[in-house]
């Protein structure tokens, strides 16, 4: 009866989402307050009801109900329990009835903090998230029910792929997803502020903090996802550009060009069309990214072939958002495009030419990612983009991004005198290019695309410590703009991490027996022996590896060959001794004959700082967030 | 500076990060493109010359050799093989009788040497360019 129960739920849910999505929106236009009123209890019982769902399906999960397809499909009696609530989404449907609930989880925060917001502003955000959620839960409803039965019921179940057994599913997925369903908040603001014509600075200053909040959690769930497959894949790579890692990337580089932009809507009252339909297109491309991962458009066009209905629905429902968004942006839109005087030489110009560079580089991103498809569907042969497209596209157009970055800050809203901000950054620009060609020298090799990376990461943070300096002598500085530098400072830690990984790791691929040693990066890794070894539900083949230094040794470690129970396939656990400089990374290959083994292993310095640059990030989003300007107010509608 | 003369030259400026991120797109996009291949497509020696290129199909059974770190191993669509060489370690889901996709060059005795062997992360996934080979390859042999 359970998954019934969660079924019905599920319906139930959709016909609230429909009220939800309907009648506030008709009110707002028509003045009828009682339909306006509908709009909070409405998202709350959707709320509730998806909240019963997915617990009802975590519960099938968690007592191995096995006529339950889903679980059958995904999970397994011999699975931990921590990775069979993971396994809740770690297929299709389980991950989109994930998206919901979070989405319903945005819409009740929006619900219960917009109190101080006029209440048809309110009703018409809950409305339009009401349609989108509404028709999501037709989706599912209709092609990609969790509940379905299996009668007669699986014996046991297939079990999650084993490269999903990992605490990174527990959390990967929850954060890309609270990232990639926040968008849809930015979305429903401004198709609202369309809606009723009303786009000033205090729509922006409401959607700000929230789109923030978005940007955060997916730059988590983004650098969540390479740090996992730098570790868990076995491959050493942390980022591969992959058409999966590319969608969740696409939506980031616009969701970033969006924070931007509103920060001149609210501050300046400019940019207000652009800014709208920025937040248009990061929902737009956020919903492309979850539909095409998860139905498998992107490794083929032929995956819809499987099940056309899947593909066809959301091919129609992505068409419905952004052709109605448009037609209502087309329509409703403020005609002077950019708003608000401003001079060349002014903020504004460089935040719009950022925002050109970033609107630029995700175009070229989804480009590499949808031209195979493109070409497959026009029967024109079948091609695979690598890696160096995006490298060769995608670093050059960030080289000017990082360049505007360190004299941007420095500019005026309005009118700034370039020259005099130009004399105040010699000393970063000294900074800069002593540290491009440096660095270099002292790793020992010098490459010119290695002092560019040193160059610009010192560029900016130069920058950033004199405009700190400069900021603290005036008076104390708000919480945004410490969240700025820090998100800055980011930025430059993260290019550091990738211009030394890129010009400086070793990968040695070595044949070793026990007792055998190899040197990668000024280490010896000497190899102990491998032993069998038996996990919950595996047999693994394990190493035992020293890692020394000039002799002292510094750490053991413990790569395995697992093979799970329920699956033919061999999995590779790498063994990582994890450094602020270095990390050295070992995983077993196979074994070859007379006893010896195929091992792999990589010197990768400054590996970590990648992720931390990105952690740097996101704490500059929450900082930005804390501004007491968002307070303030709260403090005023609690009076 | 009038409004207009600013506006145009926020335009310009903006179409020429637009142009010169085209030209590198199309740049990258003309050398950085690996096209697919069916083994019977190589041996009508049909495949890009002195290009990379990708091959999809079954590992032939019992073709698989080793050679300390090389790997010797034979590409096939049932009705043509290719012998391939690879050298370093290969993906977990690398089988004998299994799909996989390669890339690689062909080498002047009609060997391929492949620089990257591809295997996705799903045992029961058969990656669609290799089915895509065996289907083409089974379509032309019904037809003679």
Not at chain 1, 31 to 42: D, F, N
Request: proline share 4%; net charge positive; charged share 15%.
């Amino acid at each position: 009866m359970i998954p019934e129960f969660g079924h019905y739920a599920l319906i139930l849910a959709l016909c609230v989402a429909i009220i939800q999505g309907v009648l506030p929106l008709i009110g707002a236009h028509q003045g009828r307050r009682e339909w306006l009123m509908l709009a909070r209890p409405a998202a709350q019982t959707v709320f509730l009801l998806l909240a019963i769902a997915f617990v009802l399906l975590a519960w099938s999960f968690y007592t191995n109900d096995f006529s339950v397809l889903y679980v059958a499909e995904h999970s397994n009696s011999q699975m931990p329990v921590m990775y069979r609530l993971g396994a809740v989404w770690g297929g299709h449907e389980g991950s989109l009835l994930l998206w919901v609930f979070l989405l319903s989880t945005w819409t009740i925060l929006v619900a219960q903090l917009s109190k101080a917001l006029d209440e048809f502003m309110v009703a018409r955000v809950i409305g339009v998230l009401g349609l989108v959620m509404s028709g999501l839960l037709l989706f599912i409803l209709t092609t990609s029910n969790p509940f379905e039965r299996l009668l007669p019921a699986a014996q046991d179940g297939r079990s999650l792929n084993p490269l999903l057994q990992d605490p990174g599913l527990v959390f990967h997925p929850p954060m890309l997803y609270m990232g990639y369903v926040g968008f849809s908040v930015a979305f429903a603001f401004a198709i609202a502020s369309l809606l009723s014509g009303r786009l000033d600075a205090a729509w922006a200053r409401w959607s700000r903090p929230w789109t923030t909040a978005a940007w955060v959690f997916l730059t988590l769930g983004i650098a969540l996802g390479s740090w996992w497959a730098y570790y868990e894949l076995g491959w050493g790579g942390w980022w591969f550009w992959d058409p999966v890692e590319n969608a969740s990337f696409i939506p980031w580089l616009v969701g970033t060009a969006l924070l931007h932009s509103l920060a001149v809507t609210e501050k300046r009252g400019g940019f207000k069309s652009w800014t709208v339909l920025l937040a248009i297109t990061a929902f737009s491309l956020s919903l492309l990214g979850t539909f095409l991962v998860r139905s498998g458009v992107l490794t083929s066009v032929h995956a819809f072939a499987t099940d056309p209905r899947r593909g066809i629905f959301i091919l129609i429902f992505l068409a419905l958002v952004v052709g109605s968004s448009l037609i209502l942006y087309a329509w409703r839109a403020p005609k002077s495009s950019l708003g608000g005087k401003f001079s060349l030489s002014s903020r504004e110009t460089f935040i719009l030419l950022g925002n050109v560079f970033l609107v630029v580089s995700a175009g070229s991103v989804l480009l590499g990612t949808l031209y195979p498809l493109l070409i497959d569907a026009l029967h024109l042969g079948k091609i695979s983009v690598g890696p160096p497209y995006f490298n060769s596209v995608f670093v050059p157009i960030m080289i000017p991004l990082l360049v505007l970055m360190g004299i941007g800050p420095w500019t005026h809203w309005k009118n700034s005198d370039l020259v005099a901000v130009i004399k105040r950054l010699w000393l970063a620009a000294l900074v800069a290019v002593f540290a491009g060609v440096t660095i270099p020298m002292v790793m020992g090799d010098f490459t010119w695309l290695a002092g560019l990376g040193f160059l610009l990461a010192f560029w900016v943070i130069a920058s950033g410590c004199l405009q700190i300096i400069r900021q603290a002598k005036t008076g104390k500085p708000t919480r945004s703009f410490i969240g700025m530098q820090v998100a800055h400072l980011g930025i430059a830690v993260f290019v550091i991490g990738v211009t030394m990984v890129g010009a400086y790791q070793e990968e040695k691929d070595v044949r070793m027996s026990a007792g055998e040693t190899v040197s990668v990066g000024g280490y010896q890794i000497q190899l102990q022996g491998i032993q069998a070894e038996r996990g919950p539900n595996y047999l693994a083949m394990r190493g035992t590896f020293l890692l020394s230094k000039n002799g002292n040794i510094e750490a053991t470690l413990y790569p395995e060959k697992r093979n799970y129970f329920s699956s033919t396939m061999p999995m590779t656990e790498a063994a990582i001794n994890v450094g602020l400089t270095r990390d050295i990374y070992v995983s077993l290959g196979e074994e070859l004959t007379d006893k010896s083994w195929a091992v792999r292993v990589y010197y990768k310095p400054f590996v970590d700082w990648i992720w931390g640059g990105c952690l740097l990030m996101a704490l500059g989003g929450v900082l930005a967030i804390s501004d007491k300007r968002y307070r303030i107010r709260l403090k005023r509608q609690a009076a | 500076m009038k409004p207009r003369y600013k506006r145009a030259l926020i335009i310009i400026a903006a179409l020429a990060v637009i142009g010169v991120a085209a030209l590198l797109i199309l740049n990258a996009l003309n050398s950085n493109i690996a096209l697919y291949v069916t083994p019977s497509e190589v041996a009508a020696g049909k495949a890009p010359q002195g290009q990379a290129f990708r091959i999809g199909g079954m590992v032939k059974d019992g073709s698989l050799k080793r050679d300390g770190l090389t790997v010797h191993f034979v590409i096939t669509d049932l009705v043509k093989d290719i012998p391939v060489a690879y050298t370093g370690i290969l993906p977990d889901l690398f089988k004998e009788g299994k799909g996989a996709v390669i890339q690689g060059r062909l080498n002047a005795n009609g060997e391929f040497i492949a620089s990257e062997v591809l295997a996705k992360h799903d045992e029961n996934y058969m990656p669609p360019e290799a089915k895509h080979a065996l289907e083409q390859a089974q379509k032309n042999g019904s037809n003679k």
